[in-house]
Each structure stands twice: as structure tokens, then as C-alpha cells.
């Protein structure tokens, strides 16, 4: 059984930085396209940025474009997704995504979850 664990959630002013991670274990982390979706209160969950099997591709929402980076370590299996120039908008709780299916842009939000980690930017 795969098993997701965030961190690095918290607390940033407008225009400030946050560095999020996840651990996977349980499988073989390179078989999985890993991902990053979003909830806000009284919003749905949307997905926010994925990368394929080996990192050779990304994707993100277009809100966090030039942003956002997503990148992952099949050594320390972990992806991790590096937050710049955040906005009061991105306030959400993040959640880790891992899919077996491959890499599409937007992944759909299948597979195995994290328990989320909460993101909150101060205007």
C-alpha cells in the first residue's frame, strides 16, 4: 500500500516562499506520475502541478505558472513542489498525488493520497 506524507505547510506573507514535500513509500516510486492538487474553503479540489515517472515533465495549473516548480528524487522518493511569489489565492490545504495510470496534464486526481497540508498567505 502506498503511503503519502507532506510537510512544509504554514504560514507566509504575500510574496513569500513555501517549500513543500512528500514522502512515498510502500511501491516502487518511479511507477507512479506524482502530483499536487489544492482545496480551499468551500471550493473543490483542483490540481495544481504534476511531474512524470523521471521528472522529464511538468505541468501546472495556469495560475501558478512561472510560479511553481515541481520536482521529485527517485533516490529519496520524494517530490516536492517550491512555492515563489505566493498570493492570498493560494491559500488551500495542498495534497500529495501519486498515479499509477502516467503523467497527463491535469492528472485526475485517482490514486493514493497525503493527508494534506495546510498553506495560509497573508495579504
Known amino acids: 500500500q502506498v503511503q503519502l506524507v507532506e510537510s512544509g505547510g504554514g504560514l507566509v506573507q504575500a510574496g513569500g516562499s513555501l517549500r513543500l514535500s512528500c514522502e512515498f513509500s510502500g511501491r516502487t516510486f518511479s511507477s507512479y506520475a506524482m502530483g499536487w492538487f489544492r482545496q480551499a474553503p468551500g471550493k473543490e479540489r483542483e490540481f495544481v502541478a504534476a511531474?512524470?515517472?523521471?521528472?522529464?515533465?511538468?505541468g501546472y495549473v495556469d495560475s501558478v505558472k512561472g510560479r511553481f516548480t515541481i520536482s521529485r528524487d527517485n533516490v529519496k522518493n520524494t517530490v516536492v513542489l517550491q512555492m515563489d511569489s505566493l498570493k492570498p489565492e493560494d491559500t488551500a490545504v495542498y495534497y500529495c498525488?501519486?498515479?499509477?495510470?502516467?503523467?497527463?496534464?491535469?492528472?485526475?486526481?485517482?490514486?493514493?493520497w497525503g493527508q494534506g497540508t495546510q498553506v495560509t498567505v497573508s495579504s
Open positions: 498525488n501519486a498515479d499509477r495510470g502516467g503523467f497527463t496534464e491535469p492528472l485526475p486526481g485517482r490514486g493514493y
Open positions: 511531474v512524470n515517472w523521471n521528472g522529464g515533465r511538468t
